[in-house]
């Protein structure tokens, strides 16, 4: 018997008995969607990790922050002053294998206003023009802040788009592309310019929803008189990105010049006692670590506002010599810092890998279940196919009688478990893309879950071998038989 | 040479340390285009025998030639290449595929031999037409009656063109009128020179035979021909009360 033969007789045997056929072929269904909406969910998470990574700017970025003073190292816990501009200077010259160096002063409670609209950015920063760099910002309006704007310590801005949807009204709801670049914002009270605007930044979920959405005919806006957007408009841009936030994150962030931040809001009563803006200058000396912001009433010759930076990054020349450039960066921290170790690293090597750990764990458990609805639904055939050869007993003898070989029953029985499985596969496939797209619909989060290539043939795959397994036992057992007493049954 | 020789053949079972001998010693020979029948009592071993004649089962001793071939120390796979090749079977049952339609199952062994489709469908029709079978070629088993289905299994014995048909009990589940008409259907084949072995508990079917071979207790109690004892040549078709 050819295998054109087997497999039709196959087919026969499944259509003449539809209503079991289905009911074994759901075991490996099920089998099949749970395996490739499991791998598809995980392949959404490792998208968006990958996306969130790069938002964040990479692995090569390192932060170097505060840490508190080792128990063995207390005693000069006066000596410490965390990091300073110092550092900042000492990274640059002293260690080649970092390539960039960012400092940031960040300020908190700051407060923008304009024309009656208030908003408090999640980061308000005073940093370097490579920053942009470092954080991989893209301006979209304007510019960037230049060494200029920085050694002068100009009250000039750029913002990212929350800080335009907060004060401005965001594009969707105006309808129009708004440009804030030239304007004037009050932040804590002094008047700063802004001179560039970042993109929005979004998931590829969140740009593709947000695309939909423009593409939409703007039925609100022709009719009725236009709602007033205070807090509505904050809240609907923060609800748009739910999972996203990364992005929000990075969309609230407000940049000024270190110099400013230093001078202008660094100074213990924020304002009037910050001097011209040679005066910033001069505090890169190294007089700088010994003063402390809590003597706000001393002369503004002598006063010099609190050096510490808040957090510095440093990117690194090599992802491979990653190992190699902290220690070198540690080398000259540890110079800066009079031997006190008040500071440490964070990589994002240490996030991606905790988030790749996730991902990995969550593919392995789902894969487990997974391989075990498989599994189930493997026992499944060889059951209902066990049930067949027992009611087929006489047939089988008669098949032998008439001069079917141990070869001829084997491959009929194997090949109809195997069509089971094929069909059963197949329906898999089908629905586990259904199922997919409801996922999608239902939870429109920046995880969008992905089916890839791979993991529908690993699914369908595995449904086969487990069509093959089932088969075997089965198989043998019907090819086995012998034909005497097989035909003396039932 | 004959077609079928039996020499010393024992078929012995163990039931619980107890010795069976299901066929004792036993030598036979069959010529190609005889009709003979088998008959015995139930427990006789005549099944037995057809079984061993048939290529079913392997007798335990003893030498056992069909067509000059030995089969007593063949494997699984040559006693089914045989079985498909040179022996039609006709089962009391019928033992047609109910799935199946009658063509099917008539080409069915054909399948096993590994014929064309073409080749296959040619041959089951014709084999169709020699029981006048071919104008229920579409039909399931289920559609026909007894006898019908009786022919179509028949059929399917013969499309092989095998050496022997072996027909157990071929008209036990029929009544008497058709069982008759099978049993024609029979003589007719052999007269066209088939070689048949009806086997049977019924004696008056086995009349029908010229040739007669009695089993009692695995031995072959009487081995009559009824052409070499002068008996009248032809069948005896007296046989109103045969039903079961």
């Known amino acids: ?490 | 040479m004959s077609l079928i020789e039996l020499r010393g053949v024992s078929k012995i079972y163990h039931l619980g340390g107890e010795e069976i001998r299901a066929l004792d010693d036993v030598d036979l020979d069959i010529e190609g285009g005889e009709f003979i029948s088998i008959i015995g009592p139930s427990g006789s071993g005549k099944s037995t025998l057809m079984h061993v004649l048939g290529c079913l089962d392997s007798p335990t001793k003893g030498s056992f030639k069909l067509d000059g071939t030995e089969i007593s120390t063949a494997s699984g796979r040559q006693l089914a290449r045989i079985r498909n090749e040179k022996i039609g079977f006709v089962f009391q049952f019928f033992n047609l595929l109910p799935k199946l339609s009658v063509l099917q199952n008539v080409e069915l062994p054909m399948v096993y031999a590994g014929a064309s489709a073409k080749e296959r469908r040619e041959r089951a029709m014709e084999a169709l037409h020699l029981v006048e079978m071919d104008n229920r070629a579409k039909h399931r088993p289920m559609q026909l009656s007894g006898g019908q289905q009786q022919r179509a299994a028949i059929a399917r014995a013969l499309v092989n063109n095998p050496k022997i048909v072996f027909a157990d009990e071929p008209t036990g589940n029929l009544d008497s009128h058709t069982g008759e008409t099978i049993l024609r259907l029979f003589h007719e084949l052999s007269r066209k020179g088939r070689t048949i072995a009806l086997v049977t508990h019924d004696p008056e079917i086995a009349a029908v035979t010229p040739r007669r071979i009695e089993i009692r207790d695995g031995k072959i109690a009487t081995n009559v021909d009824a052409r070499l004892a002068g008996a009248k040549e032809g069948p005896k078709f007296d046989i109103g009360t045969n039903a079961p």
């Open chain 1, 1 to 490: 018997m050819n295998w054109f033969n087997a497999v039709a007789v196959g087919l026969l045997e499944i259509l003449a008995n539809k209503f079991r056929s289905l009911l074994t072929m759901l075991g490996i269904i099920l089998g099949v969607c749970s395996l490739v909406a499991m791998s598809a969910l995980t392949k959404g998470m490792e998208n968006g990790m990958k996306e969130a990574l790069i938002a964040i700017g990479g692995l090569e970025k390192v932060r170097i922050e505060d840490q508190d003073i080792p128990v063995w190292q207390q005693h000069m816990a006066d000596q410490a002053v965390g990091n300073t501009m110092e550092d900042v200077y000492a990274l640059v010259h002293s260690a080649p294998l970092v390539t960039m160096v960012v400092p940031e002063m960040r300020s908190r409670n700051i407060t923008m206003t304009r024309g009656g609209k208030s908003f408090s950015p999640w980061n308000f920063i005073g940093t370097w023009p490579n920053a942009v760099e470092l954080n991989q910002h893209t301006v979209e309006f304007g510019r960037m802040f230049n060494d200029l704007d920085e050694e002068n310590a100009r009250n000039v801005c750029v913002v990212g788009t929350a800080v335009r949807d907060a004060l401005f009204g965001s594009p969707e709801q105006v309808g129009r592309v708004i440009d804030p670049v030239g304007e004037f914002v009050n932040i804590s009270s002094q008047r700063f310019k802004i001179i560039g605007m970042f993109e929005h930044y979004e998931s590829a979920q969140d740009k593709k929803v947000r695309q939909l959405e423009a593409e939409k005919p703007a039925e609100p806006k022709a009719s009725g008189p236009e709602r007033s957007r205070g807090y509505g408009s904050m809240s609907k841009g923060a609800s748009r990105s739910t999972g996203g936030f990364v992005f929000d994150l990075k969309n609230n962030t407000v940049y000024i010049p270190l110099n400013t931040m230093w001078l202008r809001f660094r100074a213990a009563s924020g304002t009037s006692s910050s001097g011209s803006s040679g005066y910033g200058g001069s505090s890169k000396s190294s007089s700088s670590s010994s003063s402390s912001s809590s003597t706000g009433t001393l002369g503004s010759t002598e006063f010099v506002p609190d050096p510490r930076l808040s957090t510095l990054s440093i990117k690194i020349a090599d992802i491979d010599k990653m190992d190699a450039a902290l220690q070198q960066a540690k080398n000259v921290l540890m110079h800066t810092h009079k031997g006190i170790e008040d500071f440490s690293f964070r990589t994002q090597e240490n996030w991606s890998e905790g988030i790749t750990q996730a991902i990995s764990n969550a593919r392995m458990s789902g894969g487990i279940i997974a391989a075990i609805s498989l599994l189930v639904g493997g026992i499944g055939i060889m059951n209902i196919m066990l049930a067949s050869i027992t009611e087929r007993v006489r047939e089988i003898g008669i098949r032998k009688a008439i001069g079917a070989t141990f070869s001829d029953v084997f491959t009929q029985i194997l090949v109809e478990s195997v069509v089971i499985a094929i069909i059963g596969g197949l329906a898999g496939l089908f629905t586990s893309n259904l199922l997919v797209k409801l996922l999608v619909a239902m939870s429109p989060s920046e995880n969008t879950p992905v089916i890839t290539v791979e993991s529908m043939v690993m699914a369908f795959a595995f449904s086969v071998g487990v069509g093959v397994l089932a088969g075997l036992f089965p198989a043998v057992k019907a090819a086995k038989l012998n034909p005497i007493e097989a035909l003396r049954y039932g």
